[in-house]
């Protein structure tokens, strides 16, 4: 006996099936990658850092070297001396 598809039934081979196939594999890698982001990686440093979730406080530079005091020195309110 010999069957022969109609054309829905190739089209629906050819063309929907595979992108079905494809759409499940991307939803599974989407659903990972969510579960791995709110349950791992969002606690890890490095991704914090590289994403800019966690703000770093700005530190000022350390006086170092002759130039920086004598700026210091310059810019500081005159005591008067009694």
Do not use: C, D, N
């Amino acid at each position: 006996m010999e069957s022969s598809l109609s054309i829905w039934e190739h089209t629906l081979i050819v063309f929907l099936r595979p992108l079905l196939a494809i759409t499940f594999v991307l939803s599974l890698i989407t659903l990972g990658w969510l579960l791995a982001w709110k349950l791992v990686l969002v606690h890890v440093p490095l991704v914090q850092e590289v994403f800019g979730l966690k703000k770093k406080p700005p530190r000022s530079k350390p006086q170092i070297g002759r130039l920086s005091k004598i700026y210091s020195t310059i810019h500081a309110p005159i005591s008067p001396s009694t």
